[in-house]
């Protein structure tokens, strides 16, 4: 088995391509192993001293460490740890209810217009660009102008990541949608 790994703009993340499906739907996001019950494979992934965060995409994988240890000390830990997973036939996760991302962009009948538009926006446009650089946003709320989300995996605590929300996120969707004034992080 042959993975590859990338850079992310957040130096704490790396992200681990194994040349496999990882998730068949949606995506996940672990940031400790009280979290990770569901997962089999996040649970893995936790016994790695230094990990800190485990976000799981559809073909990747990106871990988030401490400040403390190298990525040169865990790599190689990280790259057994996910190669002893995909040998044991487990699950990545014994539910696949774990999506959040998924379920706050679906469209809900109690949605407004505007949150149809700003929904349709976050899955289509900038989803698909976050998970190229490891992450996942989640949509929280619109009200009174501003749209709340939530930033995940190799987003979640980035350096770029205000700026990818402010100059990004929220230029396109005052673009779309003039109602929107700002966009919000927060921590879910």
Not at 72 to 95: C, R, W, Y
Not at 101 to 109: A, I, R, V
Not at 132 to 160: E, N, R, T, W
Not at 165 to 171: H, T
Request: glycine fraction near 8%; aromatic fraction near 8%; charge should be negative.
């Amino acid at each position: 088995m042959f993975i590859q790994t990338e850079q992310t703009p957040n130096p704490q993340t790396l992200k681990f391509l194994p040349g496999r499906v990882v998730m068949k739907e949606g995506t996940a996001f672990y940031k400790n192993t009280v979290e990770a019950t569901d997962s089999p494979f996040a649970k893995r992934l936790f016994t790695v001293e230094g990990v800190e965060g485990v976000f799981f995409g559809s073909d990747f994988i990106t871990i988030t460490k401490n400040d403390s240890l190298d990525w040169q000390v865990m790599k190689p830990e990280i790259l057994g740890a996910i190669m002893d997973h995909f040998n044991s036939g487990e699950p990545t996760i014994n539910n696949d209810t774990n999506d959040k991302g998924k379920e706050s962009l679906l469209e809900n009948s109690n949605d407004s217009d505007i949150v149809k538009q700003i929904k349709e926006l976050l899955n289509t446009r900038v989803r698909p660009a976050v998970a190229m650089d490891g992450g996942d946003i989640i949509f929280d709320s619109y009200k009174d102008g501003i749209v709340y989300l939530h930033m995940q995996g190799a987003c979640s605590g980035c350096p770029s990541s205000t700026a990818t929300l402010k100059m990004g996120i929220e230029n396109m969707l005052k673009h779309y949608v003039p109602e929107v004034k700002e966009v919000r992080p927060i921590d879910v």
